[in-house]
Structure formats: structure tokens, C-alpha cells
């Protein structure tokens, strides 16, 4: 009996792979795709280039920042470390790593922490609680206190050119944007106010001198081209120590600037009755209206 012959499959694709080499622009192509191919995306902040101890204590930060509920300042962070470590170095190394992904390192009112990329914070919005703007007042307010600071009620209405309202100063304090600082070597003794950090938390910022300055101001629009001659942009301070023309506030400030507010919040009632009363008709008991009658 006859065997039938026995058939064999043979693959053209080494051909057509050795066809495709000699092309040159082929043969880039195939280099190309093998490269892709064994390249792996990065999900974590790649530290094996670095050597052994150094990518432990780059680890170590990378947890503490992780696990904290507030930014951590240099300090608190070399602690857990050995003495005598570069923590600006590392600090910075850290930062680069995650500088192109969805969370970023940075650095907050002279701290550390962890924060969702500014292009990805959309995803993160809630809009259950509708926020209050502050008035314009408030808002002027502010910008005067941050870059004039330290600066008593007095001389913030001096260059606003306005009263301020003591209710004005409240809001700021509620929100933990000011802080009364001192108060001024001067009759009366006014209190000195200056920003806090979480005014720099909320506005992203690491010091003061970061606020906008002349040309940032322009270019977004809101200075206009015709500004006087000689206009400049006062360059914002912050120091935790008194300045020397401060007192340190004793013991009853607080209390006393409310009791010096509610008065003046009675002033400015009593002055508002007083042009209301200018309308009624006079009366002889007081301010008291004509009776029907009489």
C-alpha cells in the first residue's frame, strides 16, 4: 500500500522579515516597533536608577507626605532621616518624580504636600455647597493687607479712600485669610494686621512675594494701558517676627478690638437712623412719630 506523501507548512514571514530589512525605511519601522514593544509604562516614580539608600529615604518621604492630613515642612520631614541629609535635594528629586502625573508635589507655604495636577482638578469638583463671594470691598480689603502688611484699619481706608467696615475685617478673620499681628508704635496704639498660611494654602501660593506683580497684573487684564506716571506694584513682605515700628498684642486684644468694632458698628447704625429719622415728621417725644389725633 501506498503512503501518501506528507505535506509540510512553511512559514514565509522570515522571507518577507529578510524582504523587509532591506528596505531601510522597513527596517526602522520593525526596530521601532520591537522597541515599543518591550518598553512597559511607568506607574510608579521610577527610583531604581538610584542607589540602594537613597531610593530608601526617597521612599520614606514619599510615605510621610502620602499619609499626612497637612503639608509637612523640611524639618519635620529630615527627622525621620539621618542627620545631616540634603532634604531641599531630595525634596526637589521627589517633586521632578511626579512633576507629569495626575498628583504633583508642592510646595505650600514653605511646606510639602501632595496635590491633584491643576489641569486634572475638574474631576475632583463638588458643587453641594454653593460658595460665597466676598464683596468687592472684602476683596480690596485683602489685596491691601497682602501687599502692604502690617497695616492697621487706618491706613487701609487711607488707601482705599473709604471706611472700612469692621464687618469687612470679620469675614477675612473667619476665613483664617488675616491675623491681627500687633499693634502700631503710634497714638492709640491701632492693631497691625498681615495674612496667614492658609491664605497662602488657598491661593496656591509658597510666600508672598509669589502675588502678581506689575506685568502680571497687565497681562491679565486687570490694569489698563493709561497708568500714571511713576505706578508701582509694592513689593509684598511677610515676617513672623514684630517689625520694629510693632508692639507685641497683650492679653484682652482680641476682646478689645471686638468691643472697639461693635461700637463703631453702633456708630455707623445710629448714623443710618439718623438720615432715615431726617424724613419723618417732627414730633415732640423724641424720635417718635405724631400719633393720629394730635
Do not use: C
Not at 5 to 32: F, G, K, W
Not at 88 to 111: C, P
Request: net charge negative; glycine share 6%.
Amino acid at each position: 500500500m501506498m503512503t501518501p506523501p506528507r505535506l509540510t507548512l512553511v512559514s514565509r514571514n522570515d522571507d518577507i522579515e529578510e524582504t523587509r530589512r532591506d528596505e531601510p525605511e522597513a527596517a526602522e519601522a520593525v526596530e521601532l516597533a520591537r522597541a515599543l514593544s518591550e518598553t512597559e509604562p511607568q506607574t510608579t516614580p521610577d527610583f531604581s536608577a538610584q542607589p540602594a539608600e537613597r531610593r530608601e529615604k526617597l521612599r520614606i518621604l514619599e510615605a510621610l507626605l502620602f499619609a499626612a492630613s497637612e503639608p509637612l515642612d523640611e524639618a519635620r520631614l529630615a527627622s525621620h532621616l539621618g542627620p545631616g541629609e540634603a532634604i531641599s535635594d531630595l525634596m526637589e528629586e521627589l517633586q521632578k518624580s511626579y512633576a507629569a502625573r495626575g498628583v504633583n508635589l508642592m510646595r505650600i507655604a514653605g511646606k510639602w504636600a501632595f496635590r491633584t495636577a491643576a489641569d486634572l482638578s475638574y474631576l475632583l469638583e463638588k458643587h453641594a455647597v454653593e460658595e460665597r463671594r466676598l464683596s468687592k470691598a472684602a476683596l480690596e480689603t485683602m489685596a491691601i493687607i497682602a501687599y502692604h502688611q502690617p497695616v492697621t484699619r487706618a491706613e487701609i481706608e487711607d488707601i482705599r479712600g473709604v471706611t472700612t467696615s469692621a464687618g469687612t475685617l470679620d469675614i477675612l478673620m473667619e476665613a483664617g485669610w488675616i491675623r491681627p499681628r500687633g499693634r502700631r508704635r503710634a497714638p492709640g496704639k491701632p492693631i497691625t494686621y498681615g495674612t496667614t498660611e492658609s491664605f497662602l494654602a488657598h491661593f496656591g501660593l509658597d510666600t508672598v512675594k509669589d502675588l502678581p506683580g506689575l506685568s502680571d497684573l497687565k497681562a491679565a487684564g486687570l490694569l489698563d494701558g493709561t497708568l500714571p506716571p511713576g505706578f508701582t506694584v509694592p513689593d509684598p513682605m511677610s515676617v513672623a517676627a514684630l517689625m520694629p515700628d510693632e508692639l507685641p498684642l497683650e492679653a484682652g486684644d482680641d476682646e478689645e478690638e471686638e468691643t472697639d468694632e461693635e461700637e463703631d458698628d453702633t456708630s455707623d447704625d445710629e448714623g443710618v437712623e439718623a438720615i432715615s429719622d431726617a424724613h419723618l415728621p417732627e414730633s415732640g417725644e423724641g424720635d417718635k412719630p405724631d400719633e393720629p389725633g394730635t
